[in-house]
């Protein structure tokens, strides 16, 4: 790809992020607009009880988060022979698909089953688009090009996901979602006008991809990543009836605090990134110390406005930090399966994004109220910090076995 101009090499990279800013879309839509849906599909449930029906529309976010789960290491092995353009167009129609349906379902159970479908492509996007922007920098910029993609996700919740969510307020969540659904094939002839095509890998092959899954050490990061991270989804997933019901703004701030939660999220995306690239345990503790500090504060700032929005900021900056460190971590413990492992990190973050949503329901569900999510992220994000500091105390004695037995 040495042969592309620098606005050719920019314009490519700027159609693969731009799939990344309708993934964040699509995934993260659902978190505002979860009280529209909770009264449009389970009218039943709203009518007796409001926070019951928000409780239970969460799976929603759920069965999307699960679907990330499934199809991204699937989807990953069964494609490591497919060129990477090939693949993220591919990936891309599944994203399409899978959103207008939710748009058009007519029940809840339909709904849960097409945001499943539309999560399918999710892991694998990232690992084969950030594998082409890589491509397109040059050797050695795996990490960056991985930053670029994950960027337009972290960017689209300081516009796009204000702005479908505000569209969903007035006009309806359906259309939010086929407007996002539109995003998608926007991409789909983007990436197909502007990205060079590339060969497909020599040595690619399902066994060798699922290799990186015999590895201990890739199991212990991704249960780290699942469990520690779920304390952002546990946050972000009820942020709506946080800002309606407990700090008492209207409805019409919740797309401002996104919009803030999404500078946090860019701001953490980027300075994690760096950080790793100096020391990858120091960034990835202090990460975990971040987030648990961050989301204490969320829990007794954000029946204030100032404390709402200055928790929503931080709690996005110091979770999305880790999401750049612990693809580092884990490319470090699978250096030869790249794709089955940024699937894996993915998946991790998916299933964090399940349990976060699914505990922060179950508290609501109990009677303990809109900030009880955050108090229980405070303990996953610990759980997660003991994790890390275990993984890492494993690698020391691992390599002082080396040297011995060397």
């Not at 789909?188 to 060079?196: D, E, R, Y």
């Not at 212990?220 to 946080?242: D, E, K, Q, R, W």
């Not at 990190?345 to 569900?365: D, E, R, T």
Request: charged letters at 10%; proline letters at 5%; one cysteine or more.
């Amino acid at each position: 790809m040495d042969q592309l101009s620098p606005r050719q090499r920019w314009t490519a990279l700027l159609a693969l992020a731009l799939g990344g800013v309708a993934i964040g879309l699509t995934e993260f839509v659902a978190m505002g607009l979860l009280p529209d849906m909770a009264q449009a599909l389970l009218p039943g449930s709203w009518a007796r009880s409001s926070e019951d029906a928000v409780a239970q529309a969460g799976w929603v976010i759920t069965a999307y988060a699960l679907g990330v789960v499934v199809g991204a290491p699937t989807i990953a092995a069964l494609s490591a022979r497919m060129p990477r353009k090939r693949l993220v167009l591919m990936l891309l129609v599944l994203f399409a698909v899978g959103t207008f349906a939710s748009a058009v379902a007519p029940t809840f159970e339909l709904v849960l089953v097409a945001r499943f479908v539309a999560a399918l492509p999710h892991g694998a996007y990232f690992g084969a688009a950030g594998l082409l922007a890589a491509s397109l920098m040059g050797p050695g910029n795996e990490a960056r090009g991985y930053s670029i993609v994950l960027g337009g996700l972290t960017i689209s919740n300081v516009v796009g996901v204000p702005l479908i969510t505000h569209l969903g307020q007035t006009a309806g969540w359906r259309i939010a979602y086929i407007s996002i659904a539109v995003v998608f094939v926007l991409t789909l002839f983007a990436v197909l006008a502007t990205v060079p095509g590339s060969p497909a890998r020599a040595d690619g092959s399902p066994a060798a991809e699922l290799r990186a899954l015999r590895r201990p050490q890739v199991w212990l990061v991704a249960v780290t990543a699942a469990i520690g991270f779920a304390a952002f989804f546990a946050v972000n997933s009820y942020i709506a009836p946080v800002t309606t019901e407990v700090t008492g703004l209207s409805a019409s701030a919740v797309p401002w605090v996104l919009a803030v939660f999404g500078l946090g999220m860019t701001a953490g995306n980027f300075l994690g990134g760096a950080f790793a690239d100096r020391n990858l345990r120091v960034a990835t503790l202090a990460g975990f110390i971040g987030v648990i500090v961050s989301t204490v504060f969320f829990a007794v700032a954000a029946p204030t406005t100032i404390g709402l929005f200055a928790g929503a900021f931080l709690t996005g900056a110091t979770c999305i930090f880790l999401g750049p460190t612990l693809q580092a971590r884990l490319i470090t413990v699978a250096p030869e399966a790249q794709l089955m492992g940024a699937a894996v990190n993915q998946s991790a973050m998916n299933l964090a994004n399940s349990v976060g949503a699914a505990v922060g329901g179950l508290v609501i569900a109990r009677g303990y109220g809109y900030l009880a999510p955050a108090w229980a992220g405070v303990g996953l994000a610990a759980v997660g910090l003991v994790l890390a500091v275990s993984g890492f105390a494993l690698d020391r004695r691992r390599d002082r076995h080396a040297v011995t037995t060397g």
